[in-house]
């Protein structure tokens, strides 16, 4: 076995892809080629590594030293100065005060940032998403091997239970219960889905463990199979991730070949198999019912329930639904324990949570951090401040379907149970921070149409109360509005929140009754002053509806 | 019958492709719907008919379920299509100044398809990249971080 002196990671993400992140890499193979060090380098694509702001990048390991924008004709000098002549290719460098995400981590080490705690994402920016290798190296299906040969499908619901995992895709059910559920059901024939349709504004970490991690999915899904007794799974990946697509059409294919799926797996009896369906482009797919129907080949209109897809799901069989954050967590509970996971979070909320942190930010991406963090150590700690010295006015929680937090509560713990006693939602995990520039009633009017737009259409208080509320909101915007549509929009919103259907619609009123808790004075001196204190709306006096 | 246009002949071509790709299953119908879509651009009404037959789902439940996705259209679209994201961290971030500039850049007043059919420019909820907003895609390309000054440059490179 050679010995490697050095490893050079090319981040291969979809904004990286973009920015030429291939010809960096192939131009690294050719000049690692010509300055013969093939036997004492190796390069590898990696998924995101964490910085969007100078992509394509490149990492050089042991150092850590990490170079970006690389352009493909800088190659011939990194390689040169770093690797050949080993001294830092001067000029190529990342600026350093920005580091986020896997980088930040690593730096950490050295005392120069606050550490993330990484467990979803511990793979994802450092190995390669294309290589089985790669993973297996990394510690991959080693739980999947434990759970088939020495655990019984109670054994890990029990772990799972023991480890208090909570669903990541927004509602935080308990994910052994919900596991529990679906293995008592007797039937013939189950069904294990995954649901990455992240279609949620402003959220993204599906992508980054699709893109960077896929065998970490089949492994959790097949853990999942195996307990809940299904022999055939589906992923739902939303229509626009396509590379995330590929890497996971690679990653089964590996995975087949190598008897991670299919039949016999591990020498055992279980057989799964695994197929990908991509969407077509429908944010109320990412609802569990919707996204079943979806499947099924018809329009992605959710379902009354119960009957849950627990007992109901795909083709009327009990099925389970689980987000890719939830499933990702499986395997490193398996591995560690039960009570490894505890000690991070919170007690009702263990475990870590991947945020994405946007706006007018300093530094927006995306962090892994214990559950129980607050806003403003994220917004100080990890997204480096506001941007122009702005002043913190509200975040936008958990994408469209959370909540609207001003700054006095900024202080709240971000777990499940204490974001649930102040009345706001964790959601996706999403942090989109506004700064004093924003309006709120304009705010509101962007996420209501958002509502509106993506409903199915098929229960009427979510298709009329959207669109009466964008109305109103947009009279209002325009300096017609009348303090009774305030009465009005609190109404909707509560008819909206006990008459729709589904989750969509229950939260399509969220964003006007958060702004009138919270912004009540903001919002009326839209309708009083005829002022939009932000200087946003356009006030034109003209009645729109 | 109708005329037998070119047209009409790579409609149904793309949808024996997509049929022998996926097999000729109800359930696989959004994966070919997408197929013929990228393929054509769009989903012409002789494709919906020859799926139809194909397939022996009535042409009601075809319409509905391409109608329903926001990746599959059923009208004729511009050689070019935009998708804008008109999702909240976008907005916040001067999505409102990029819409208008690109608005004004290809002379239309709202979304739509522009009169010397080379852009179509269509609304679209978040497309997954939200740390570089505001954000949009032409044809498979992401632009992200896009400045006002920008957009005319990025449109230049589409002939």
Sequence with gaps: ?545 | MPVETKETQAAVQAVKMAIEKYGPNREELIPILNHINQDIGYLPQESLDEISVLLKVPKSQLISVASFYQMLSTKKRGKHVIKFCESAPCHVVGGREIIQTLKNELNLVTCGTTSDEKWTLEMTSCLGVCAVGPVFMVDDDIYGNVTTEQVPQILSRYS
């Design chain 1, 1 to 545: 076995m050679n010995t490697i002196r050095s490893m050079v990671l090319v981040s291969s993400d979809a904004m990286s892809m973009d920015a030429g992140a291939q010809e960096v890499f192939t131009r690294l193979q050719n000049e690692i080629h010509s300055f013969n060090l093939e036997k004492e380098v190796s390069v590898s694509m990696v998924s995101d590594i964490g910085r969007h702001d100078s992509v394509p990048m490149v990492i050089v390991y042991p150092e850590a030293t990490l170079y970006g924008p690389v352009r493909p004709d800088d190659v011939h000098f990194l390689v040169e100065e770093h690797l050949y002549k080993g001294r830092i290719a001067a000029g190529l460098q990342a600026p350093v005060k920005e580091l986020t995400g896997k980088i930040a981590w690593l730096s950490s080490r050295k005392g120069t940032l606050p550490a993330e705690q990484r467990i979803v994402l511990e793979r994802a920016g450092v190995i390669d998403p294309t290589s089985l290798d790669d993973y297996i190296l990394h510690d991959g299906y080693q739980a999947l091997g434990t759970v088939l040969t020495s655990m019984s499908a109670q054994d890990v619901i029990a772990v799972l239970e023991k480890s208090g995992l909570r669903g990541r895709g927004g509602a935080g059910f308990p994910t052994g219960t919900k596991w529990k559920f679906v293995s008592r059901t007797a039937g013939p024939k189950k069904y294990v889905v995954c649901n990455a349709d992240e279609s949620e504004p402003g959220t993204f970490k599906d992508r980054l463990i699709l893109e960077g991690d896929p065998h970490s999915l089949i492994e959790a899904m097949t853990i999942a199979a195996y307990t809940v007794g299904a022999d055939e799974g589906y992923i739902y990946i939303r229509g626009e991730y396509v590379l995330a697509q590929e890497r996971l059409k690679t990653a089964i294919a590996q995975a087949k070949e190598m008897g991670f799926l299919g039949k016999g797996i591990f020498g055992t009896n279980f057989n799964f198999d695994l197929h990908i369906h991509a969407g077509a482009g429908a944010y109320i797919c990412g609802e569990e019912t919707a996204l079943i129907e979806s499947i099924e080949g018809k329009r992605g209109e959710p379902r009354a329930r119960p009957p849950y897809p627990t007992t109901n799901g795909l083709w009327d069989r009990p099925t389970l639904v689980n987000n890719v954050e939830t499933l990702a967590n499986v395997p490193p509970i398996i591995r560690n324990g039960a009570d490894w996971f505890r000690s991070f979070g919170t007690p009702s909320s263990p475990g870590t949570k991947v945020y994405t942190i946007l706006g007018n930010v300093n530094v927006t991406g995306l962090v892994e951090v214990p559950m129980g963090i607050t806003l403003r150590e994220v917004i100080s700690i990890y997204a480096k401040g506001m941007k122009n010295g702005g002043t913190f006015k509200l975040a936008q929680t958990g994408g469209s379907s959370g909540s609207i937090i001003p700054s006095t509560l900024q202080d709240t713990p971000m777990d499940f149970d204490s974001f649930n006693k102040t009345g706001v939602s964790l959601g996706s995990g999403a942090l989109l921070i506004c700064n004093e520039e924003t309006c709120v009633v304009d705010l509101a009017k962007v996420l209501v149409n958002f509502f509106v737009n993506e409903g199915c259409g098929k229960c009427n208080p979510c298709r009329i109360g959207g669109n009466r509320s964008l109305n109103i909101l947009t009279n209002i915007s325009e300096g017609v509005g009348t303090l009774d549509d305030l009465n009005t929009l609190i109404e909707l919103s509560e008819n909206l929140y006990q008459l729709s259907n589904c989750g969509l619609g229950q939260t399509a009123g969220v964003p006007q009754r958060d702004i009138l808790k919270y912004f009540r004075s903001e919002v009326e001196a839209h309708i009083q002053l005829k002022v939009c204190p932000a200087g946003v709306c356009a006030m034109s006096g003209q009645r729109v509806y």
